[in-house]
């Protein structure tokens, strides 16, 4: 079997005037993440582990900022993109995990739901996903409140024919 992993990374700045999107899921709370999209880091740093596992480039490369198309997009919307992406190049996705990193809101309730949004929006199964949150224990830009940032991987396998053969 040929497996590919990938890794992603993102973070954005919290700005007042914004919604707060992770996963999918709009929380309560003062401040919201700053981006040209929704801003939605949890999305966009699986999107760059997909697109990495197969050396596709960044989001940045498929979306690009300063079009304006992609303003205010809602990131799961450009996940499904992605994820049609992956299976027309031959691969489907065995599993993905993210990493979470903010002091607040809380995120442990909204973890599932998270999960759910992805695994819907990148056609797998729920247990495919694994979400985490942590704290930075006040340190960084995401101790100080700054900002959130999510770090996520994603391990891809070649389709095979029902001969065992590789999928074109």
Not at 60 to 67: L, N, R
């Amino acid at each position: 079997m040929n497996f590919r992993i990938g890794h992603g990374y993102d973070i954005h700045r919290l700005v007042p005037g914004r919604p707060l999107i992770l996963g999918g899921v709009t929380m309560a709370h003062s401040l919201g993440l700053d981006g040209h999209s929704d801003a939605d880091v949890l999305v966009h740093a699986l999107m760059d582990a997909l697109l990495g596992a197969l050396a596709l480039g960044d989001i940045g490369h498929h979306f690009p900022p300063e079009d304006p198309c992609w303003r205010g997009a809602n990131s799961l919307v450009l996940l499904q993109k992605v994820s049609a992406l992956v299976r027309e190049k031959g691969w489907r996705v065995v599993n993905v995990d993210t990493v979470l990193v903010a002091e607040r809101p809380r995120l442990g309730p909204h973890i599932p739901a998270m999960a759910a949004n992805i695994a819907t929006h990148m056609g797998i199964k729920p247990e495919q996903v694994g979400v985490k949150a942590t704290t930075n224990e006040k340190l960084g830009p995401e101790g100080r409140e700054e900002g959130i940032s999510c770090s996520a991987v994603a391990l891809l396998v070649q389709h095979q024919d029902p001969d065992g053969c590789h999928a074109p």
